[in-house]
């Protein structure tokens, strides 16, 4: 359960309850059916925010408990967030004040995009796509606040808007393609890492331990994936790690899958086993 559903959940509960309320104004043809779908929505939304709330006071991993309130943050010091926040304050501001030199200000943040995308600089680690979840916090209220600006002066919307909108998805795409070498060239090191070890491989004596994709979360799962059928090899999470998927040597995953080898099959002598 991601505890990050806390926040879009009050903003849609937030909606569906003023739908409620305004359903009352409809005719009665449609007013049943119309009370019944936002009373269901809102009824969702509460029970998100239940769910959230609760494990939040009590994750799975009791000792991972403050992990949610730094990775909530985390993502704020991350070059594509704050152009992405930048963006959208801009264009917020520049419904909201009328004047188009905010829509045009907003294209700045994107030539930074655009810098970083050629430089190579501020890519995108793996643990980010995770602590992303932290912009539900900040992006989507100023996306909602700007959705609605838009649907109340609908006739006033500036040409420059899609332009603007249009120039950073691009960009924002094109730098994600651009990484994609990066990650080839990631998974092939950790292809190498697992051809020259067997068994159980510390994550500090390889040479991925500091890479550009190294991240804790994905390291044992990875290991696996990338032998298929057969695992030989799996890099090991210092012990310093708190959570992860599953630690490899306590047991094996994936058994309909795939099979291990002689070094790792001990760990678990009920897994298929493969030469």
Same mark, same amino acid.
């Given at each position: 359960?991601?505890?990050a559903?806390?926040?879009p959940?009050l903003?849609?509960?937030?909606?569906?309850?003023?739908?409620?309320r305004?359903s009352?104004k409809v005719?009665p043809a449609?007013r049943?059916r119309?009370l019944w779908?936002?009373?269901?929505a +809102? @009824?969702m939304? #509460?029970v998100? =925010?239940?769910?959230?709330?609760y494990f939040i !006071?009590?994750? /799975?991993?009791p000792?991972?408990?403050s992990?949610?309130?730094?990775?909530?943050?985390k993502m704020?010091?991350?070059?594509?967030?704050?152009v992405?926040l930048?963006?959208?304050?801009?264009?917020s501001?520049g419904f909201?004040?009328r004047r188009?030199?905010w829509?045009?200000?907003s294209?700045?943040p994107?030539g930074?995009l655009?810098?970083?995308?050629?430089t190579g600089r501020?890519?995108i680690?793996?643990?980010?796509?995770?602590?992303?979840r932290?912009?539900s916090?900040f992006?989507?209220? +100023? @996306?909602?606040v #700007?959705?609605l =600006?838009?649907?109340r002066?609908?006739?006033? !919307?500036p040409? /420059?808007?899609p332009m603007?909108?249009c120039?950073?998805l691009?960009?924002a795409?094109?730098?994600?393609i651009?990484s994609?070498p990066?990650?080839?060239?990631?998974?092939?090191?950790?292809?190498?890492?697992?051809a020259s070890?067997?068994?159980?491989v510390?994550?500090?004596?390889t040479?991925?331990?500091?890479g550009?994709?190294?991240?804790?979360w994905?390291?044992?799962?990875?290991?696996?994936?990338?032998?298929s059928?057969c695992v030989r090899?799996?890099v090991?999470?210092d012990p310093?790690?708190t959570?992860?998927?599953f630690d490899?040597?306590?047991?094996?995953?994936?058994?309909?899958?795939v099979a291990?080898?002689?070094?790792?099959?001990?760990?678990?002598?009920m897994?298929?086993?493969?030469?």
């Amino acid at each position: 359960v991601y505890e990050a559903s806390l926040f879009p959940s009050l903003l849609f509960a937030g909606i569906f309850l003023i739908r409620l309320r305004q359903s009352e104004k409809v005719s009665p043809a449609v007013r049943q059916r119309s009370l019944w779908t936002w009373s269901v929505a +809102l @009824l969702m939304s #509460l029970v998100a =925010i239940a769910i959230a709330a609760y494990f939040i !006071v009590n994750p /799975v991993n009791p000792a991972n408990r403050s992990s949610f309130a730094e990775g909530m943050f985390k993502m704020i010091g991350n070059p594509q967030a704050l152009v992405a926040l930048a963006v959208a304050i801009g264009l917020s501001l520049g419904f909201v004040t009328r004047r188009l030199v905010w829509c045009w200000i907003s294209i700045a943040p994107i030539g930074f995009l655009f810098v970083l995308m050629v430089t190579g600089r501020g890519p995108i680690w793996l643990s980010d796509s995770f602590q992303a979840r932290g912009l539900s916090l900040f992006l989507l209220p +100023l @996306l909602l606040v #700007l959705a609605l =600006i838009v649907s109340r002066v609908e006739n006033m !919307v500036p040409r /420059v808007l899609p332009m603007v909108l249009c120039a950073y998805l691009f960009f924002a795409a094109s730098y994600e393609i651009a990484s994609l070498p990066r990650w080839a060239a990631y998974l092939n090191d950790f292809r190498q890492e697992l051809a020259s070890n067997e068994g159980l491989v510390p994550l500090a004596s390889t040479d991925i331990g500091s890479g550009w994709g190294q991240w804790a979360w994905t390291n044992p799962t990875i290991s696996v994936l990338l032998q298929s059928p057969c695992v030989r090899t799996i890099v090991q999470n210092d012990p310093s790690v708190t959570w992860q998927p599953f630690d490899p040597s306590q047991r094996l995953v994936l058994q309909d899958y795939v099979a291990y080898g002689p070094a790792l099959h001990p760990i678990d002598p009920m897994a298929r086993l493969c030469d």
